[in-house]
């Protein structure tokens, strides 16, 4: 049976850290945390978690305890079991403990027993192992013949055999206390590079990269029998790609949860991305929250005349600026009305650099029970008028039917792309709350539809975050260029 272990180690959050040139990005490493525990929820679904340590940069300081709860409440988002030990950035392992939940002296996941170790700091960032842990070394294996795994903070490496600069003073004792009980694995971290796995006589010893350094590391590990494959995940994109986001929001969304533009700049940069494109709910600028979220506008579009109406676009337009946002990343995402025009002022067309078009509504919906005939039928005429309506993106082209509990139709992928490819607009790939069918997307690609890559960012963790995307064309069957596939609608038409 396969285990599958996630490894997040060396976090080092520290929100004072801000200014700093330092390779550790303790001031984002909230939000580099947040976004790997979303990974690992969506696409990696690990039988254990392990958080390896110094996950506050700064424990022993007045503000640890806030700095410990705010990880802390991103690791409750871990949607399998944790375990979690301190390192030494963390402080007082019992505080640390009282912001975490203590593991129990051995954990059985699988039938493979992790033993977590909390090791004394040696002088030189070194560590040691008391005589009483190399004891529990032993009553780890009383009666219990599966494969054991010890789990620690420091790295452990036979001295010699890794040209890692940290290990145990003991290092030796250590080890033989592992062959004489059978422990096979030793999973450590706290050095920064990481180490790749070092084979010695049966015993496997590895070091999980820190997460708060660039490209942001962390490992998954799947084993099964003996055999142990390691693959490292980066939350950022591989620069050689470089990826557009074509789909971001502001602090203007009702639906932003801690969007910023210049944090999302930053962090596009963080992210190995080569542009962020900022595209706005065109009617979350044109009508107050309480009529957008009732949908009153949508029979009348932009020429609803009744209450709720107001206009932040220039806000909008001046955010940006002010923000120094080139203008070729400033685009909006238009919403569709019931009669499937776009939800936009003839004097704004020409202020964005692009518009991506997004059917979030349909009248057929309002039904006490809606049929999923009437929907598809009001969708293929919707996007019939949306889609030469001077949009270039289709935006989520099918989450209208998810977002309603529906599944979307297999028969409309076919009409809808071809619509796409008459028209030349292109079709984004968009995994907020929405799971893009892949045969769909494997019919763009056929019918030659341009794609986008869309992160449709409300939270900041979320900016160009397109490993879903990535494996969703990979799974397609597509492993040519991407170049060949995504076009850049800042630049098309
Ligand atoms: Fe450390
Ligand atoms: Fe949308
Ligand atoms: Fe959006």
Known sequence: MKTTVAVISDVHFDPSNAASGSARRGAIADILFLRAVHRLNRMIRPDLTLLLGDLVNRGESPEAPADLARIRAIAGLIESPVIAIPGNHDGDPDAFYSAFERPAPFCDVHGIRFVPFVDPEEPGYNARRTPRDIERMAQARAGFAGPIVAVHHAPLFPPGAADCPYNYTNADDVIDAMRAHGISLAIGAHYHAGMAPVYDEGVAFIAAPALCESPFRF???????DDMQVHTHALRMPDELALVDTHVHTHLAYCSENMSIPAAMALAQDFGLAGCVFTEHSGHLYFD????????????GVDYAGPGRRCRMDEYLDALAAAGCP?????????????????????????????????HQLDALNAPRPGIDAVAAEFMASLDTFIRSG??????PFRVFRRAGLEPP????????????DSAVAAEINFHTNEPPPRFVRLCIDLGVGLTLGSDAHNLYEVGEFAPHLALLKA??????LGDILVDPRHAG
């Open 391 to 396: 949009i270039r993106v289709l935006a989520h």
């Open 219 to 225: 490992l998954e590990i799947v084993l099964d029998g």
């Open 410 to 421: 297999a028969t409309l992928f076919g009409p809808v792309a071809r619509l796409l490819r």
């Open 327 to 359: 203008p070729e990343n400033a685009a909006l995402e238009v919403d569709c009305d019931f009669r499937g025009r776009p939800v936009i002022r003839p004097a704004d067309r020409g202020r964005f650099r692009y518009l991506t078009g997004a059917i």
């Open 476 to 481: 397609c069957g597509y492993d040519g260029p």
């Open 289 to 300: 929250k309480e009529t957008y979220w009732a949908g009153r506008f949508l029979p009348d």
